[in-house]
């Protein structure tokens, strides 16, 4: 149900070591996948030939860690363009929403017809609508979610990460900083 599922995982080594280590591994070849690498941070793209508008894509963040070590974060999404639709989309509905809201309230206070509250139900309608849509694109693009997955994991066992992956492991990593 998360809309960007994401892990955290330690390695031994500054954060741009591992993150060199890393570009090796995936330097080694994986098909399918293509790789992009920034200050700080690497993205794996489902290559170009096998994309859809659905099609997820695994950033990961290197961080260091305050006991030594690198903390890297995963965290799979859907590729720019359509993050963007959706994060515009929610953008949207809140706004419009809350001034709706507010207008409504504003209506009900000098005794006139409500009206604006039918636009705050459209704008929470367009919301749902925006997360479901979200929801239904995971289910798209799952296969690749799991292809991407496979070869971080792949990634993860060459680089020597350590630790619990998803969501339970960041109260203990936290805590490790």
Known sequence: MRVRPRFSVWVEGEP???RTRVLEALAQGREGIVVRAFPGLVGLHVADEQRRAWS????LHFEPRSGGGTIIEGVYGPEIEVWSIFLYGYFFAGMIGSFSVILGGAQLFVGSTAWAFW???AMALLAAGLYLAAQ???KLGAWQTV???QTWQVVAATVGAGGVEGPASRAALT???
């Open 16 to 18: 741009e070591t591992v």
């Open 56 to 59: 997820p894509r695994l950033l």
């Open 119 to 121: 636009i705050t139900g």
């Open 136 to 138: 239904f694109g995971q």
């Open 147 to 149: 292809h991407l997955h």
């Open 175 to 177: 805590e490790s900083r």
